[in-house]
């Protein structure tokens, strides 16, 4: 059975799209964060699942040996659509999986449990999810650690964004730190694309600086008129 298409999916994918985390190599991090909650929950598998456009692509997985599965066919589907965990005790007994071909087939699944990786925009991105082969539940002091692994999952995605973002800025700040190309009459510079500008306007486009106008001391007694001194 397939799942609707979210709302505001456009938006979502957009959103998964800016962390640039997709098809990337394994990391510590996150391998660490399934390896928990494969044990709080005692699960043989556990995975941090990223729904994108046509996929489920797993960032970390344990006790499973595919690195995705197509989308329709992902439990992580459902979880999208709501801001709770997903929990689906006995697969076989739900109309929305039984024949999941996850579920006739291998890995066999049976239990579900899946908290939403949620932005701090709004939009999930996947989840972090515990699977069993056979039918049972989780304690809600499972659920809760769950939970909070999922928000250390998101916590690490938006930590690489903020560390890729400050990258960006220090190589335009270190832009300015080298040889720039300026006329001798003018004083506009020649930018990377070979046009002039002023000066202005280039420190413009590589910090934040902001310009003030006013005339230097020594300009300001060569342009502007004398006043005259008032007599004793």
């Not at 640039?20 to 510590?28: F, G, H, N, S």
């Not at 456009?53 to 197509?70: H, M, N, S, Y």
């Not at 890729?164 to 506009?188: D, E, F, H």
């Not at 020649?190 to 413009?204: F, H, I, L, P, T």
């Amino acid at each position: 059975m397939n799942s609707p298409v979210p709302e505001h999916e456009a938006k979502r994918l957009a959103a998964l799209e800016r962390y640039k985390i997709l098809d990337t190599v394994a990391e510590q991090a996150y391998d660490d964060i399934v390896k928990v909650a494969s044990y709080i929950c005692g699960t043989p598998i556990a995975l941090v699942s990223l729904i994108d456009e046509q996929r489920q692509w797993f960032k970390a997985r344990v006790g499973l040996e595919v690195p995705e599965t197509p989308r329709e066919q992902a439990f992580c589907d459902y979880t999208i659509r709501q801001k709770s965990t997903l929990i689906v005790e006995d697969a076989t007994q739900d109309e929305r999986f039984a024949s999941n071909p996850l579920v006739t087939g291998a890995p066999d699944i049976r239990f579900y449990a899946g908290a939403p990786l949620i932005t701090p925009d709004g939009f999930a991105l996947g989840s972090l999810c515990v699977i069993d082969r056979q039918a049972r539940t989780l304690t809600a002091e499972q659920i809760s650690a769950l939970e909070s692994l999922a928000r250390v999952v998101v916590n690490t995605l938006e930590l690489r964004f903020i560390s890729t973002q400050l990258a960006g800025a220090l190589n335009s700040v270190k832009t300015l730190s080298g040889l720039l190309p300026i006329c001798i009459r003018c004083k506009n510079i020649r930018n990377d694309a070979g046009y002039w500008q002023r000066v202005e306007s280039y420190v413009k486009e590589h910090s934040d600086a902001k310009f003030t106008m006013e005339l230097c001391p020594t300009c300001s007694s060569k342009y502007l008129p004398k006043t005259e001194e008032k007599k004793g």
